[in-house]
Nanobody, 115 residues
Framework: QVQLVESGGGLVQPGGSLRLSCAAS????????MVWYRQTPGKERELVAF????????NYAESVKGRFTISRDSAKNTVYLQMNSLKLEDTGVYYC????????WGQGTQVTVSS
């Protein structure tokens, strides 16, 4: 059974950092593209970061380029999102997903950036 469990969110001041984790089970994160999304109230779910299945091709939303980094650890079967220089507008619930099983979502992890 394919499952995704996000963690690592919390309350952080503007300019701070957080690292989110997405622990996968039922498949290997090394074999599939992985994506981080975020959802804020009143807005559609937004793609934040993408990492390809082969090699280490990555892509980011313009709003987070240069601040966020997506990576994977195949030994831990986990995908990470390192978030630096956080801004108020980064607040939201963050989810990971894989295009291979697009309907499989975890519970998400709440990130709140506030002074």
């Amino acid at each position: 059974q394919v499952q995704l469990v996000e963690s690592g969110g919390g309350l952080v001041q503007p300019g701070g950092s957080l690292r989110l984790s997405c622990a996968a089970s039922g498949f290997s994160v090394n074999n599939y593209a992985m994506v981080w999304y975020r959802q804020t109230p009143g807005k559609e779910r937004e793609l934040v970061a993408f990492i390809s299945s082969a090699g280490f091709s990555t892509n980011y939303a313009e709003s987070v380029k240069g601040r966020f980094t997506i990576s994977r650890d195949s030994a831990k079967n986990t995908v990470y999102l390192q978030m630096n220089s956080l801004k108020l507008e980064d607040t939201g619930v963050y989810y990971c997903n894989t295009p291979r099983w697009p309907k499989t979502w975890g519970q998400g992890t709440q990130v709140t950036v506030s002074s």
